[in-house]
């Protein structure tokens, strides 16, 4: 559910997503506007841009599309980044393109987002792209779903109009296979209504203004590590020159805490070891977070190297999953099909490993939710399900359980060109 945040100034990644000209990019500028980010320079161009084009208002879609061909064809075409903050907490805001056709870069706004804002126009409702963006986000694991329903303005403010369409977002949502807690807000981007403050021609409407709602989500900083003991995918071993005997493995702790003393084992060997110490170029620590740059040392002299993982163990504590097959998600983002029996190459954690495509298990219709079982191939921007035996053990964990040690990208080995992004399912 979406519970109030902590009192602490604490980091809200946002992804947005919507149909073309559901005014996500006015959204984004009418968010920065009210919040005071935007300078006196910025609005001053953007004032002057708007009455070029003949505009009676500025025109605050501006602010975000900032490409030449994305304001001549009025569409956003690549992902563009904006950081606000308010005396409650800071943003990080992704406006991810609207067509079909750019559902990577979709995933790439997503990938890394606590929670999505979905817009829909109120006129045309649910289509095709909000119930791909809706299933994108749920598939990617945000923690929370803001439905913004734009231009209010257009139908008159009419309340049912407003309840027909958050209705139909919920009745798809309650269909997905990855539960996500969803919101909906009445919203007239480019008057400003309900977005930072609530509006007076809306006075049905009892909730929270968008601005509000996002304040209050607290999707759990280590929301990924529930559970999971720590995990350090190795990138580096290091030997000190004044201690060539000692050495060091330095990675980003990607779940758990791990501390001097823990019981370890080195993963996919299976050694088991122990913590000596927990170092950071600042000095030792008493214990390292998720997301912490840190170098460990182990009591015992065992091979490691790059692509191993050093996992916590003991009583009740959770082991990732190590093996050569492994089933997952897939969005497909290369220009060419991917077949069955293709090889590609599978970046993981700090490992990479080469990859036969064993089986297309299925693709998504994300209209009817319905899998489309053993597809003969994926094309650009599908979805879909796909069995991989990799050539050397891999160490992770569902998707479900780590975003972090259950996502991988897919590599082109002729192009070295990103094929696709994948979340483990399972590991055999």
């Known amino acids: 559910m979406l519970e109030p945040a902590t009192r602490r100034r604490s980091l809200l990644r946002i992804a947005t997503a919507g149909s073309v000209d559901d005014g996500k990019s006015t959204l984004i500028g009418r968010l920065l506007h009210d919040t005071k980010t ?37 569409i ?18 992704a406006d991810t393109p609207g067509h079909a056709q750019y559902t990577r870069n979709m995933v790439t706004g997503a990938s890394t987002a606590d929670v999505a804002v979905v817009l829909v126009d109120v006129r045309h409702g649910v289509v095709e792209q909000t119930r791909r963006h809706v299933y994108v986000a749920a598939l990617l694991g945000v923690g929370a779903l803001v439905v913004a329903v734009n231009k209010m303005d257009l139908v008159g403010w ?10 139909e977002v919920a009745a798809y949502v309650a269909g997905l296979p990855f539960p996500v807690p969803v919101r909906a807000v009445p919203v007239s ?10 509006s007076a021609r809306m006075p049905w409407y009892e909730g929270p203004s968008l601005l509000a709602v996002l304040e209050a989500i607290d999707v759990g900083r280590d929301r990924d590590h529930g559970g999971v003991g720590a995990r350090l995918p190795v990138q580096w071993v290091i030997r000190p020159p004044d201690h060539p005997d000692r050495r060091g493995y330095a990675g980003q702790l990607a779940g758990g805490v791990l501390a001097p003393g823990d019981a370890v084992v080195v993963l996919p060997a299976g050694i088991p070891t122990t913590v000596v110490a ?7 620590l008493h214990r390292a977070m998720p997301g912490q740059a840190v170098t460990v040392r182990l009591a015992d002299h065992v091979d490691v190297g790059r692509g191993d993982t050093v996992a916590a163990v003991g009583p009740g504590v959770r082991l990732p999953l190590v093996g050569t097959e492994v089933e997952a998600d897939v969005c497909w983002m290369a220009e060419s099909p991917l077949w069955p029996r293709s090889r590609h190459l599978v970046k993981h954690t700090t490992r990479t490993v080469r990859a036969l495509v064993s089986d297309l298990v299925h693709r998504i219709d994300v209209d009817a939710l319905v899998p489309r079982a053993a597809p003969a191939r994926l094309d650009l921007n599908d979805l879909g399900r796909v069995r991989l035996r990799v050539a ?9 359980v780590s975003r972090v040690t259950g996502r991988f990208v897919v590599v082109d080995e002729a192009s070295n060109a990103t094929a696709a992004a994948g979340m483990i399912r399972s590991v055999r």
């Open 38 to 74: 935007l300078l006196e320079d910025q609005l001053g161009a953007l004032e002057r841009a708007s009455a070029r084009r003949g505009q009676g208002v500025t025109d605050l879609a501006l602010v975000t599309d900032g490409l030449r061909a994305e304001r001549e064809q009025g």
């Open 189 to 198: 981007a480019l008057h400003g209504d309900n977005v930072v403050e609530l």
């Open 278 to 284: 927990v170092e950071t170029a600042d000095g030792p």
């Open 76 to 93: 956003t075409i690549d992902v563009a980044y904006r950081f606000f903050s308010t005396p409650a907490r800071s943003f990080i805001l």
């Open 158 to 167: 009419d309340e049912h109009v407003f309840e027909a369409v958050a209705g």
């Open 392 to 400: 050397t053990p891999i160490v992770a964990d569902p998707y479900e």
